[in-house]
């Protein structure tokens, strides 16, 4: 909606969007001034006006569009630009408002930013399901050659349905049941592992993804960085200041403040050097107090920072009071700025930091910390006025001309201000260095302590200035306003405005501020590399930012080249810039959302594949429909699996998109936490989520589903022995409670217990990442397993029917008796034998099965001779089938050990 009118005496107000575009900095909104200016409030129903806005688009960073008022004479033209504009799925943190929409529904921004969710299906279940199909064949081929044995005499298709249903135990209906219980399980104890506290599984049916990935693919502000930012260096050019030299510029900031005297402040002499001389003497060289002050109160001017006073529980009604009356004390003031480095913090303490556009926003608050941290407070601001209070206590007030806000084209911001005491007019402006190095007089420090500092994992700011005489101004003024009104190419005409400003200005100062990384995120990334994840890093931030923030977090090594893939437009340029990065070895790639989406639209398959061959890659300026094409066309051209990690609303396509979405819950909100598959607390728990918790589910579920399906092709086996001696009559072998029991109560319970088993201690998983790479290539649980699986089944199925039938004297009944508790011993006995690590309710629920057979025993007088089976034939003879339907696994199961041990073997040694 266009905002036309405010509560707030200003005529702003501060909007929240963390849930749009993942920023928790306050934006400064403006109320169109014609409407503003309006006596009432009723006043806005008896005028005649209209509204010209551009038509909707993805983009939540760019507003263009005119308001006029034809019922005055001459009519009202105002320019409207983002800053007058509040956004759907935003909240409004100061004051109230009133506006008129202009886009709703679909048209919104969060809308037209925002994906459909998919059901997602884990890959494991996927390869079940291949595997339960290949069941189904050999289970109709299996029917089908008994009928053709049979000689299809009679109504063969009624004997082919009987052997379909005897056989039917082949389709492990039960599978599903137990597969989903183990899933819950996993999920339960994720949520009670004490090394990874506040972490929430969200869904049931994909644990087992966590232990499959082949990409992870990262945000960057609230993920991989904590958001606060801290000032470390301070660059003059000929001196330089760090942490440990604060102190200094606060001695030079108090030796040009003091001699400001409040009355005498115009006429002083001493206070001329800082303000007066670089006007008229520009070639005189200044002193070094003199030039870090008019550094320090360059860097407190420009910015878009606001500082709120909170009002106090025992003043009610300090609202009423006027600006002069508002209390300025330290303690009541915070910052909120629309941009992170204008708010730094200074050194050795912990303030909390709003994160916002981590570009020139972040370092607002935290240059602005520090200013007032050495001296230079910044008390007050609106739309037309700056106030600064010098460390005597004398507040100096600015008229604010001009406000230059920060864009990813420009790369830089500016504000023009007049000195009240000496109505001097200057031009400030602060940006990164690639744009202000063309803009500011010459020199030769200025590009090699960017790069000194960007090494070091600093982001840099190159602060510069100009002074405008009143003539310059007005002229200045007058085009500005013209090229803000036009209707088309507004953006190209203002810009050219605005840079017949930006000439030989004076080069005051480099700052370098430190984006903190959240804790543990360097071992972190070695470790998920070192396990064979690639690792994307996918920001809307500026290019300078992500590549600064890739390095200091080791998402790329200090050694490692890095590609910057040039802005390209067409498609002839996207070819030569392909070709250039085609030459380039084992180095990783940067490129922006622009460049990427025509290379995707020409050349999609060649980016992603030579993308997919780097170690890592960083997208900057990405819009959340981007994130999300993104991981779409990773799953699409490589069909790996993917993992999305974010912690802003802006990430939540992303999230949704990949095969498993874990949200950060931070200070960005929880939409990102919510609708993702896994929560986690910081982004230093996702190693012992994947390393730990992501082998435990895969290696745990491949070994329950296979073993349920051999349960399954056992009985079945011994059923076609069965019939095959019988002259393949279609007559059951067991009956009854029989076959309910075997999937149930005798051997349910060591079968799912095989969800407490674990091949190797969670210690040597996060020691060893290597060991993670097997997993990924899927051995666990392939058609080759299956297979030996299948042959084991036959083998014991065949052993225990054939002994059955050899060892039996007198009556069928007893065929039943010895094979039936054979099979029971043999089930119980194969858990074991799958079993690597015991766990005590392991052994709880082998004898507990054990037990309920034995004691079932007595109540099943239709189905066994009671006398029988309570003779000591009945136990050598169960004893003698079992042992000859196990005993070659275990020796077999030995001798592989010995002869081709797994990988992890010799580290739990």
């Known amino acids: 909606m266009v905002f036309l009118r405010t509560s707030e005496k200003a005529g702003s107000c501060f909007i929240r969007t963390d849930q749009l575009d993942g920023e928790t900095d306050w934006k400064l909104r403006v109320a169109a001034s014609c409407t503003q200016r309006l006596p009432a409030l009723g006043d806005l129903f008896s005028i005649s006006a209209y509204v010209h806005a551009q038509k909707p688009q993805l983009d939540i960073h760019s507003f263009e569009g005119t308001f006029t008022r034809d019922d005055s004479d001459p009519p009202v033209h105002e320019s409207l630009s983002i800053e ?152 003059l050019g000929t001196v330089s200041y760090g942490t440990d030299t604060m102190d200094e510029i606060q001695g030079h900031v108090r030796a040009s403040c003091p001699q400001l005297p409040p009355p005498a402040g115009r006429n002083s002499a001493s206070s001329t050097p800082p303000r007066k001389a670089q006007p008229s003497a520009p070639k005189v060289r200044k002193s070094v107090s003199s030039r870090v002050h008019e550094a320090v109160k360059a860097i407190a001017l420009c910015h878009n ?13 300090e ?42 926003r972040g370092m607002s608050v935290a240059l602005v910390q520090w200013t007032e941290s050495v001296g230079l407070t910044l008390v007050s601001r609106d739309l037309a006025s700056v106030q600064l209070r010098t460390p005597s206590g004398q507040v100096l007030t600015y008229s604010l001309l001009q406000t230059f806000p920060f864009t990813s084209e420009s790369k830089r911001m500016g504000v023009i201000v007049r000195d009240e005491s000496t109505a001097e007019i200057t031009f400030y402006m602060k940006g990164a260095d690639v744009a202000m190095s063309s803009i500011v007089q010459y020199n030769d420090w200025l590009e090699e302590e ?53 000439r030989e200005m004076q080069l005051l100062c480099v700052t370098g501020v430190e984006d903190r990384l959240q804790a543990d995120v360097r071992p972190t990334l070695e470790m998920l590399r070192n396990a064979g994840i690639k690792i994307w890093m996918l920001t809307g931030d500026k290019l300078e930012t992500a590549t600064c923030i890739a390095k200091s977090s080791h998402l790329v090594s200090r050694t490692q080249d890095t590609h910057v893939f040039r802005p390209v437009s067409s498609r002839g340029e996207a070819h030569l810039e392909l070709n250039a990065f085609r030459r380039k070895q084992d180095c990783a790639l940067v490129i ?98 994947l390393m730990v918790h992501g082998r435990r589910s895969y ?58 088993d674990q091949d190797v201690k969670p210690e040597v998983a996060m020691l060893y990442p290597e060991l993670y790479k097997d997993l990924t290539k899927g051995r666990s649980l392939s058609f080759k397993t299956f297979l030996v699986w299948v042959l084991i089944s036959i083998y014991q199925g065949g052993v225990l029917m054939y002994g059955a039938l050899v060892l039996f004297e007198s009556e069928f009944v007893h065929v039943v008796a010895i094979s039936f508790t054979a099979l029971i011993l043999t089930e119980l006995l194969m858990v074991a034998l799958t079993i690597r690590t015991w766990h005590w309710l392991m052994v709880v629920a082998e004898f507990l099965s054990l037990g309920c057979y034995v004691a079932s025993l007595a109540f099943l007088n239709e189905y066994f001779d009671v006398a029988f089976i309570t003779s ?37 040694s």
């Open 450 to 502: 960017c790069g000194n500092m960007a090494r070091e994992g600093l982001r840099t700011l190159v602060v510069a200035k100009r002074a405008l005489t009143e003539e310059q101004y007005q002229d200045f003024e007058s085009r500005y306003t013209q090229a803000k009104l036009s209707v088309h190419d507004r953006t190209l005409k203002v810009a050219a405005v605005v840079e017949s400003l930006e």
């Open 305 to 317: 920072v606001t500082p709120v006073y909170e009002s106090r529980a025992s003043v009610a009604a």
């Open 699 to 756: 290696k745990r579920s491949a070994a329950l589903g296979q073993f349920v399906m051999h349960r399954g092709l056992l009985i079945s086996t011994m059923q076609a022995v069965f019939s095959s001696v019988f002259y393949f009559a279609s007559v059951p072998l067991y009956q009854g409670f029989l076959m309910v029991g075997y999937a149930t109560v005798y051997t349910m319970f060591p079968v799912f217990s095989l969800v407490l």
């Open 592 to 689: 922006s959302g622009d460049s990427l989406e025509v290379c995707l639209r020409y050349y999609e398959h060649e980016l992603m594949e030579l993308a997919c061959q780097c170690p890592a890659v960083v997208c900057c300026r990405c819009s959340p429909t981007q994130k999300a094409r993104i991981v779409t066309l990773l799953q699409t051209h490589t069909r790996r699996r993917t993992c999305a990690i974010g912690d802003g609303g802006n990430d939540v396509s992303m999230i949704q998109a990949a095969d498993c979405g874990i949200g950060i819950e931070g200070k960005e909100g929880k939409a990102a936490s919510l609708a993702a598959d896994f929560s986690i607390t910081q982004f230093a728990h996702l190693g012992r989520l």
């Open 872 to 908: 000591a034939a009945f136990a050598w003879k169960v004893s003698a089938v079992t042992l000859l339907s196990c005993l070659p696994l275990y020796v077999v199961k030995y001798l592989k050990r010995k002869l081709s041990p797994p990988s992890y073997s010799k580290l739990m």
């Open 319 to 360: 609202t009423e009071y006027a600006e002069a009356d508002r209390d300025f004390s330290d303690e009541n003031r915070t910052y909120q700025a629309s941009s992170p480095d204008e708010v730094s913090q200074p050194p050795m303490e912990h303030l909390t930091v709003s994160p916002c556009f981590l570009g020139l």
């Open 84 to 235: 007058n504009t509040l956004w759907a799925s935003t909240v409004v943190a100061s004051g109230t408002v009133i506006g008129v929409v202009i886009y709703t529904g679909k048209e919104t921004r969060s809308v037209l930013n925002t994906s459909n969710p998919n059901n997602k299906v884990g890959l494991l279940d996927l390869e079940l399901n291949q595997l339960t199909k290949a069941l189904f064949v050999a289970l109709v081929a299996l029917s089908v050659v008994m009928v053709t044995l049979q000689g299809f005499v009679g109504p063969w298709y009624r004997n082919l349905f009987r052997f379909l249903l005897l056989f039917s135990y082949i389709i492990p209906i039960s599978l599903r049941v137990n597969l989903d219980m183990g899933k819950a399980a996993y999920g339960w104890m994720v949520m009670r592992d004490e090394s990874i506290p506040g972490t929430v599984v969200r869904t049931s049916t994909i644990p087992e993804e966590l232990g499959r990935l082949v990409y992870l693919l990262t945000d960057k502000t609230g993920t991989l960085t904590r958001n606060e930012m801290v000032f470390k260096r301070l660059h």
